[in-house]
Nanobody, 120 residues
Framework: VQLQASGGGSVQAGGSLRLSCAAS????????MGWFRQPPGKEREFVAT????????YHADSVKGRFTISRDDTKDTVHLQMNNLKPDDAAVYYC??????????????WGQGTLVTVSS
């Protein structure tokens, strides 16, 4: 499984970004897909995850109501729509894939990360 994240950039507080993660591999449609982020000088933390079917999704409390994860299996892509961005959301965002849905950063496969900066 290979993952390619994109969509990061610089926005002002209150702005929006949409991250995308393109996945390749014959079994990726059966995998849960997640987003994690790592702020400068901090540990990697859970942001959102979605089951292989798309029917189950979890979001971290810090992003609930502002971020939405979704997946498009016709394109083997998972998205993270981020609205009302705050300076605390600034981080490198990573997409990940694993056979098991979870919120811990122990996914089997990881993308390269995409940088999000938010100015106040």
């Amino acid at each position: 499984v290979q993952l390619q994240a994109s969509g990061g950039g610089s926005v002002q507080a209150g702005g929006s970004l949409r991250l995308s993660c393109a996945a390749s591999g014959s079994t990726v449609k059966t995998y849960a897909m997640g987003w994690f982020r790592q702020p400068p000088g901090k540990e990697r933390e859970f942001v959102a995850t979605i089951s292989w079917s798309g029917r189950i999704a979890y979001h971290a409390d810090s992003v609930k109501g502002r971020f939405t994860i979704s997946r498009d299996d016709t394109k083997d892509t998972v998205h993270l729509q981020m609205n009302n961005l705050k300076p605390d959301d600034a981080a490198v965002y990573y997409c990940a894939a694993d056979p098991i849905l979870g919120t811990s950063p122990n996914y089997a496969y990881w993308g390269q990360g995409t940088l999000v900066t938010v100015s106040s």
